[in-house]
């Protein structure tokens, strides 16, 4: 049996008692980074044998990981916080094992983007996790065009040196919305900090962060339009071009300039 095992994000204290079992139990511990890993085990006293998974080699290492799984061995997957697969290693394994029709678990816990999201304030009933963005801004931009018109809380990971070029880039693309920071979660200095998307975090970024946006304050029912038939819409209604522009770029949320393309021959 392989087991996907949620380390603390912070506090060592937050680790379930299944999971020290299963750790103590286990024959190997597949870890993201042994020497971070290892201050987390030997707090605990737990001895075993670890081997390195992680991003880099998640096919190598897991096709080892297999042929031990076969042999009858168990193992336990963690990674440097959090829950395996979430942002983290574990996917490729996941799915090699489902292959093979080998058995594996999770055993529940720690999860920044959650632990986030309970301290931010936002609506937790509808939300869209999108993990670490990409690092060219063109790219960022086209992933978040995507859910511009979600009428939910977008929440995504960001490292401190790309913090303040990922709240821009959602603010070029989302317009003004009400945004939290929070960062270190569980700890000492655990902060949820409001502000405003036009503003940004103020200060030196340190830590990593996990950044929430906070729904538009009202959605158009035009925004299930594509975006040609939404500028269209308000052409046929009378609105000379740059304002039908204005007025669908309100309505989702965006700039007048990310609509301009689809206007061109209208």
């Known amino acids: 049996m392989l087991y996907l095992v949620a380390t603390p994000i912070g506090n060592l204290k937050d680790i379930s008692l299944r999971a020290l079992e299963v750790l103590k139990a286990a024959d190997e511990i597949a870890c993201e980074d042994t020497r971070h890993s290892a201050t987390l085990l030997n707090h605990y006293g737990i001895k075993k044998p670890l081997v390195s998974y992680h991003k880099f080699n998640e096919r190598a290492s897991g096709e080892k990981i297999v042929e031990k799984l076969k042999a009858g061995k168990n193992i336990a997957l963690i990674t440097d916080a959090g829950m395996p697969v979430i942002s983290d290693p574990g996917a490729t394994l996941v799915r090699m094992l489902m292959d093979e029709g080998l058995e594996y678990t999770v055993i529940p816990g720690a999860c920044a983007f959650v632990s986030a999201l309970a301290l931010s304030g936002l609506e937790g009933t509808k939300f869209c996790f999108l ?103 308000y052409l046929d209604m009378g609105y000379d071009k740059k304002e039908a522009l204005k007025a669908a770029a309100k309505d989702r949320g965006v700039s007048k300039s990310d609509l301009y393309k689809f206007a061109i021959d209208l």
Do not use: W
């Not at 709240?167 to 989302?174: D, E, G, L, P, T």
């Not at 929430?212 to 939404?230: A, C, G, Q, W, Y």
């Open 131 to 233: 993990g670490f963005l990409p690092d060219k801004i063109g790219e960022k931009k086209a992933l978040l065009q995507k859910y511009a018109s979600l009428d939910m809380t977008i929440v995504f990971y960001s490292a401190p040196h790309d913090a303040d070029k990922d709240i821009a880039c959602c603010y070029s693309v989302f317009g003004e919305r009400n945004a939290v920071a929070v960062k270190e979660i569980t700890k000492l200095h655990e902060s949820a900090v409001r502000f405003k998307l036009s503003e940004g975090i103020e200060g030196e970024k340190r830590g990593e962060y996990v950044i929430l946006i906070d729904k538009p304050e009202k959605v158009s029912e035009l925004n299930s339009l594509t975006e040609k038939e939404h500028i269209k819409y």
